[in-house]
């Protein structure tokens, strides 16, 4: 009952509600990312959602696009912006999925929502992870984040699929609200972001 219909509407109603009041904050973040990021406050990107179906997730540009000589992209620590930096410590990058969430293609709890790519390289565990629609915050981001290592994320990913409850959901808001004022396991150690998963 709560996994089919009262999380969607828990889900609905509070980013609903968040989005509203927090409004005014968000566009002054908006506009700062404009700036910074020459036009550039979004960052989409294509990931796969419940069994496995692709959408595109939204969050906060935190990276500029400045490239090298060559005309690649330069490493993520020198692309970081200052505004960047300061929403991706605060989490507030994480915030535009609330749009995701309205429209069904993410719940506030569950699995984040991974790269394409990684598809073909999970075992049959680890696609577990996709039978439920992916979260903002999830099971292994309160028990880590991006300081665990991938087995762990996908372990913690499966075990919340076999124990998703309203008490549970309840437990991880908790702890991911106490993780961003500790601002705890936000990045993996000596990087900015997560290293890319290399299959098992």
């Known amino acids: 009952m709560y996994k089919i219909y009262i999380k969607f509407l828990i ?10 009041i927090t409004f005014p904050f968000l ?18 990107q294509l990931r796969p959602g419940k069994n496995e179906q692709l959408f595109k997730i939204i969050k906060f540009k935190t ?4 490239r090298d000589s060559d005309g690649n992209l330069l490493p993520d620590a020198k692309r970081l912006t200052k505004v960047g930096q300061l929403v991706r410590k605060t989490s507030l990058d994480e915030i535009p999925q609330l749009l995701n969430v309205l429209k069904s293609e993410m719940s506030l709890i569950g699995p984040r929502p991974l790269l394409p790519e990684y598809l073909l390289l999970y075992n ?14 999830g099971w292994a981001q309160v028990n880590g984040r991006n300081a665990i290592s991938w087995q762990q ?6 075990w919340y699929v076999d124990n998703v409850s309203f008490l549970l959901d309840c437990k991880i808001v908790f702890l991911t609200i106490k993780k961003v004022f500790k601002r705890e396991g936000i990045t993996a150690e000596n990087s900015v972001s997560a290293e890319a998963f290399k299959g098992n």
């Open 124 to 137: 049959e565990t680890q696609k577990r992870r996709h039978e439920v629609k992916p979260g903002i915050t």
């Open 27 to 44: 566009f002054i973040v908006t506009l700062l990312l404009t700036l910074v990021n020459e036009g550039k406050p979004f960052f989409f």
């Open 11 to 20: 889900d609905f109603t509070v980013s609903f509600v968040i989005l509203i």
């Open 63 to 66: 990276m500029n696009d400045k």
């Open 153 to 158: 994320k996908f372990e913690y990913d499966v």
